[in-house]
């Protein structure tokens, strides 16, 4: 087989055993919330009723965990004799000597009841499993694919700052014809975008569901979103104010409503203010730490994040990512008045999911972002560190997943959820890698929005069956 065949199929082998580890780790969360050691106490067998849909849960576990170590003994002997490079080599290694312990611990669970710590060590070492998995793919893929003249945007300069508080350009006379009022009332609605709004709201409505099960009531729903979706209004019309100069410089957004002056400055900026504070308002209905959390969210997506972090550093998508990450928070408090555990897991799902998210957008439109002025990773980096580090964040991803499932009463629903569409999001991925192109990337970006969708989805929906 030549190299690049050889190549090919270890990169299967390595995708293959990622998932697979993955799949195991979904599965004994699966297990342990379901108590599945009560119904299958034995080791290494499993003697039960198949009647029984706990025994079943359990049985399939050690299935699954005798052919995950199986899969993962065969990529280890592939990868530790093929041309790979050392890190790759380690990587696998690591995997592989770990599995061991892993199944050790499986057999202290199984036997011990599920004590602790016997069943959060399981998870720590079957996630540690994981993410050797993913390091191998992704140093890997790094090693084939990347191309030895992808650097950083030449064009791109930092240091041609653009005043946030100065007004546009104007437009010659003739390039603003008057419009209509149903023109003027789409052009405030873009202000808020609203493609932002849907996913948003329903990270808030899983943390509502996950606080409250099946007791969640019809008010705190209807406050906790109207202010939500005021509150991304609100943001969403104050980055297009802050960014409107350098909306004119890209072609994605010079068609804005600002950067075309169809939505004068300070018409747009008393827009902000108000949806801003019906958006407090409406929160102070729920309680403090709602409205607290509300105005936190506001402030970071319009100041820090846009004037400071996505201007100047290229850790902007990262440490941004905490702005979607709020409305977990938003939703768990609305319903309890603190921050619990897995409120916190849930938005630290969002959190290392919005660059395995963004970072696919950045490539598709990475030309424009240096124009822009924005030092975005791929403007910054290349396109080929981007990549790899769309692939770690996605591991992230689905390890948050994982630990949320295992911290909660989620069940099949949930994990089925995460599995088959954490799958479609790793080929798209790894097809990003593979082909390099602006249509890969879009593939990558949408099927990072469908894993989430689904997967907030599938909380609430599994959350208000409990």
């Not at 699954?64 to 050392?86: I, K, Y």
């Not at 994982?402 to 949930?414: F, V």
Request: glycine fraction near 10%.
């Amino acid at each position: 087989m030549n190299r690049t065949g050889s190549g090919r199929v270890r990169t299967g082998l390595l995708a293959g055993t990622a998932m697979g580890v993955y799949l195991l780790v979904v599965a004994g969360t699966t297990s342990a919330v379901a108590d599945g050691a009560s119904a299958c106490g034995t080791w290494p067998l499993c003697s039960g009723s198949l009647a029984d849909p706990v025994f079943l849960v359990a049985f399939g576990h050690r299935l699954v965990a005798a052919l995950v170590g199986l899969l993962v003994l065969g990529t280890a002997a592939v990868v530790l004799r093929s041309d790979a490079g050392r890190r790759v080599k380690v990587a696998t290694g690591a995997a592989l000597a770990l599995f061991p312990a892993q199944i050790l611990l499986g057999a202290l669970v199984a036997t011990s009841g599920a004590a602790a710590p016997f069943s959060g060590l399981h998870l720590v070492i079957g996630l540690a499993i994981f993410a050797a998995a993913v390091l191998a793919l992704a140093w890997d893929l790094e090693a084939r694919t990347g191309t030895s003249d992808d650097r950083p945007v030449a064009a791109f300069d930092r240091a041609d700052a653009v005043d946030p508080t100065s007004e546009p350009d104007a437009p010659p006379a003739s390039a603003t014809p008057e419009v209509g009022l149903g023109e003027h009332v789409r052009a405030y609605a873009r202000l808020t975008k609203p493609r932002l709004m849907w996913l948003l709201s329903l990270v808030a409505a899983a943390g509502m569901a996950l606080a409250a099960g099946p007791d969640l009531a019809v008010r705190t729903i209807v406050l906790t979103l109207g202010g939500g979706v005021l509150a991304i209004g609100a943001s969403g019309t104050f980055n297009h104010v802050l960014e409107r100069d350098r909306d004119q410089r890209m072609e994605r957004t010079a068609d804005r409503p600002i950067a075309t002056h169809q939505v004068p400055v300070g018409r747009a900026t008393l827009f902000g203010l108000a949806l801003a504070g019906l958006s407090l308002a409406v929160f102070w209905q729920i309680n403090p730490l709602a409205t607290a959390l509300g105005l936190v969210a506001i402030l970071f997506y319009s100041v820090v994040y846009t004037l400071v972090l996505k201007p100047n550093t290229v850790q902007n998508t990262v440490i941004g990512g905490a702005a979607g990450a709020l409305p977990a928070l938003i939703g768990w408090a609305a319903v309890t008045g603190d921050l619990g555990l897995p409120g916190l897991v849930l938005a630290g799902v969002i959190f290392v999911w919005t660059p395995a998210h963004f970072y696919n957008l950045a490539l598709a439109y990475r030309e424009d972002y240096a124009r822009g002025g924005f030092p975005m990773m791929p403007v910054v980096r290349g396109e080929t560190t981007t990549r790899k580090h769309v692939l770690l964040w996605l591991g992230a991803t689905l390890g948050a997943a994982a630990t949320l499932l295992w911290l909660t009463p989620l069940a099949w629903p949930t994990a089925t959820t995460a599995v088959l569409l954490g799958g479609v999001f790793l080929w798209a991925v790894v097809g990003l890698h593979r082909d390099r192109t602006e249509r890969a990337a879009f593939r990558a970006f949408h099927a990072s929005n469908a894993y989430l969708g689904l997967f907030l989805l599938a909380v609430v929906v599994d959350a208000l069956a409990v």
